[in-house]
Every structure is written in C-alpha cells, then in structure tokens.
C-alpha cells in the first residue's frame, strides 16, 4: 500500500513542486530594494518594526563610490517603507570619502550610528553619529573620529551587564570597551588575535591565515557569543565564531552562506523578530547588479536546537510575511514588496513620495487583508503634466483589475490633490499592484500614500 501510494502522489507531488515553484518566482520580492543599489545591512529591532540602515551604490559604479546610507523599515517582513536618505558623509565635517558599512544601536532613549569614513587627509576612521529618533536627523556626536587605525565595518554590542563593545577591523579585528556614554572609550583599542582555531583556516595566503576578512557582526543569544563576518576575499562567504565571552576566546563555527556570484564583498546582520530569526545579507541581484552595484536581501532562519547557524541559502523568494498589511489606514506608496520602474523622492508634504512613475510601471504590495470587500480607493497624488492612471490590480501586475483612479494634472510635481475611485472585487487578503499607465514620453504622476475605505 505504501507504495502505491507513493506511485499515485509522485505525479501530484510535481505537480504541487511546479506550482510552488511558480508561486516562489511570481512572489520573488528579493533584494529588499529594487529603486536603488543598497549594501551592506545592519538591521534593528524597535517599537515593533525592522529598521534596515544600508550603504548606496550609486548607479552604475565601478567601485566603491558611496555618499550617504538609507533607511527602510518593516512591520511585516516583505513591505518596506522607504524613508530615504537617513545620513550623508557631509555629517561628519572631518569626513570626504567612503560611506561605507556602519551599525545603529539604541541606548539611553538615543540612537548611535557607528560608521566607517575616510578622513579628510587622513586614512578610513570610526565616526559616531547621534540622534533622538530612530529615523533622524542624525549629527556627529563627537566632532572628530571616535577611533582611527585605518580599518573599517563598525558593530557594536551591550552586554548583560551594561558594558557596549565595539568591534571593527579589515584585515585586523580589534575592539574597545565604549562607555555609558556611547560616545568615548575606556582603555586603549584591543587587536583580537586572529587564530585559526578561532576563525577558520584560509588556505594558501600566508598573510592572512585565517577566514576573517570584515564586516563583524556580534550579538548574544542563550549565553552564547556569536560573531559572524564575511570571510575569504575575494569571493567573500559569510561564517561565524562563537565565544564564552564579549572578548573571546572565540572558536570558529564554519560557513552560514557561501559566495553568490555577482557581488564578491558580503556583510551579514541578524536579528530576531515576532519569534523568527532573520538573517540580512547583499547580493548583485538586481538588474545591473555587480560588485559595486549590490542589493540587500533577508531570509528567515532556525538555528540548530545546539545553537549553531545552518548553511542560509540566498533565495529569491525571502520570509514569509508576518500578518498582513491593513488597507484602511494610511499607507505610504513608498511601502512595497517589489516594483518595477519607480523611484523615492523627498516630498514637498514631508517624508517621501514615489517618482519617476511611467506607463506600464508597477508598485507590489504584499498580503493586503481587504476582509469582506473594499468600496473606494484614494491616494495623494501630483502631476506637472496629465497624470494618468492607477489600477488596482490583484495577484499580478496583469491581475483582476478591481478599480481604477484618474489622477489629473495638479499644476506641479509636488502640488499634491486627493482623488478618490470606486473599487470592487477586493476582498480576502490579496497581492495589491498599483499599475501605472498614461501616455506622453514623460513621467505621468508622483505618488505620495494611499486608502481604501469599506
Ligand atoms: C547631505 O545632508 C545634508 C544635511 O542633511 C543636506 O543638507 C545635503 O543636501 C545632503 N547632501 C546630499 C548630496 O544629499
Ligand atoms: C507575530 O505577529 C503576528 C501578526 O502581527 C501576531 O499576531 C503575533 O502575536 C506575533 N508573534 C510574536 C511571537 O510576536
């Protein structure tokens, strides 16, 4: 019986892979960030959402040319709010150069940003800025480098006890022991010694023995201290050391995920959220990607019931969503899954607006729980030309069309109109696309929050 059994599902069980095969491609929503090149991520739980700080390749670099970092936060997993530029290297006055791989951290009802930069005149240094807000505005706290020895990827870490850690290093990893204030030092700057029993072996490069290469990312879980970082230029993995204590020993653990093609520079963060561990990485996924033109991505992970981190694949699909998104009440149109064609924009009535919208171009938001049924549809729109249209469609961007709002011309880009449309059909919790069509070689509308109501 078992194997007829067996013989009748094999076929079903294709079936069944075909389709969510099919399912995990039309559900692709990762990179994170499709309107920009993001790297670099380092997540922060607070007040209930993922805040994601990351690093900016500008379009089409061919090294690392970085000018400022971004934010993008999540309730759920799979919608991103975009909340722009969070800081540029003009914060630090004694900064000119490489915005690259920093780590915000709250305390004391303030937010720390640690963050590499290249001193004006001076070599790659640790600048800490401060704010009262998590999104900002941040400034300098300190005014000058909070240390200087030429090496880069700041993270910090609070013990049980209170005492914060910082560590950073390429090719050295060293660390320093901050203060209540989060903003000085006790004691001199500590080099960790890199032994292979502590951090793996590299093979064949007498200078640089072991994996160790950058981007340290420490936190304690259970007792346990775990350090990951990216490992083995230049086609970096990302691997981890566990140690008894915020200073070591550490005794390495092996790879959690391996090299990935289009980018060879990795960085990792992890972070728990409503009872899941993610775990934050880039690639160069996107369009265009590349090693300087990287994109950051999330999965979901379970560590092993000992502790250790199993092998992460990179995948195209992401975590699953956690609850659903609530369509009547305000959302962004700077929330998304996914898109295709659009960019973010500074708005004129604060925060951020969706730009750049041409025909044919689409915004994907994921699990909208519409419940028994939407009547109408608003959004907060502003034209300079025509405008166009935005259809509501379900599952797909050539889904079953549920409603569809004229947006006029407002007499500027940012001389924002509420129009409202009537929407039927949209019930259940349902993949929303905003499809954007209009005529004309120029942009149609911006686009600044949307709701529906019952
Ligand atoms: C950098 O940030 C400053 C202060 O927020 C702002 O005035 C400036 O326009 C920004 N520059 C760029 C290039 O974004
Ligand atoms: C996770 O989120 C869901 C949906 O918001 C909520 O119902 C649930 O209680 C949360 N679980 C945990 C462990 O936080």
Redesign the pocket.
């Known amino acids: 019986m078992g194997v007829s059994k067996s013989i009748f599902l094999a076929p079903l069980c294709l079936i069944l892979s075909a389709l969510l095969g099919l399912a995990s491609f039309v559900r692709a929503d990762n990179p994170i960030v499709q309107t920009i090149y993001t790297a670099d991520p380092a997540p922060v739980v607070y007040n209930g959402r993922v805040y994601l700080f990351t690093g900016h390749d500008e379009d089409g670099s061919t090294t690392f040319t970085m000018k400022d970092w971004r934010l993008f936060s999540s ?2 997993m799979v919608n991103w709010q975009h909340h722009g530029i969070a800081m540029n290297l003009t914060t630090f006055a004694w900064a000119d150069l490489n915005a690259w791989a920093g780590q915000v951290i709250p305390r004391n009802g303030k937010f720390y940003w640690y963050v590499p930069v290249r001193r004006r005149g001076g070599s790659m240094a640790i600048g800490v800025a401060v704010s009262n807000s998590i999104t900002g505005p941040y400034s300098d706290a300190i005014g000058k480098p909070l240390v200087e020895n030429g090496q880069i990827d700041p993270t910090v870490f609070i013990d049980d006890d209170g005492q914060a850690y910082m560590y950073w290093g390429n090719p050295g990893l060293y660390y320093v022991k901050l203060n209540q204030d989060m903003t000085s030092y006790s004691g001199s700057v500590s080099q960790i010694t890199l032994t292979t029993a502590g951090f793996g072996t590299r093979n064949g490069n007498a200078e640089r023995p072991t994996t160790f290469e950058e981007a340290p990312w420490v936190y304690k879980r259970n007792g346990v201290y775990y350090m990951i970082y990216a490992a083995n230029c230049c086609s970096e993995d990302l691997r981890y050391s566990t140690g008894t204590s915020a200073v070591g020993p550490w005794t390495y653990k092996g790879v959690i995920m391996p090299s990935q093609g289009a980018s060879f520079t990795n960085h990792p963060g992890i972070v728990e ?4 561990s993610y775990f934050f990485y880039h690639n160069g996924a996107l369009p265009g990607g590349s090693g300087y033109t990287r994109s950051v991505a999330v999965e979901n992970f379970k560590y092993n019931s000992d502790g250790t981190i199993p092998q992460i694949p990179w995948t195209s699909g992401g975590p699953a969503q ?3 998104l609530n369509p009547y009440v305000r959302q962004e149109a700077e929330t998304m899954a996914w898109e295709q064609g659009v960019e973010t924009e500074v708005s004129s009535e604060g925060g951020i607006d969706v730009g750049n919208i041409n025909n044919g171009d689409y915004i994907k938001v994921r699990g909208v729980a519409f419940g028994d049924g939407a009547k109408s549809f608003s959004a907060r729109v502003a034209s300079a030309t025509n405008g166009g249209s935005i259809e509501l469609r379900l599952g797909s961007s050539t889904g079953t069309l549920v409603g569809t709002c004229a947006v006029p011309g407002t007499g500027g880009w940012q001389t924002y109109k509420t129009v409202t449309c009537s929407v039927n059909g949209a019930t259940g919790t349902q993949d929303l696309f905003f499809k954007f069509t209009g005529s004309g070689t120029d942009f149609l509308f911006n686009f600044e929050y949307w709701q529906f109501s019952k």
């Not at 959220?273 to 899941?276: L, Q, S, V, W």
Request: net charge negative; hydrophobic share 35%; no cysteine.
């Open positions: 309730a759920d959220f409503n009872g899941t956690v609850g659903t």
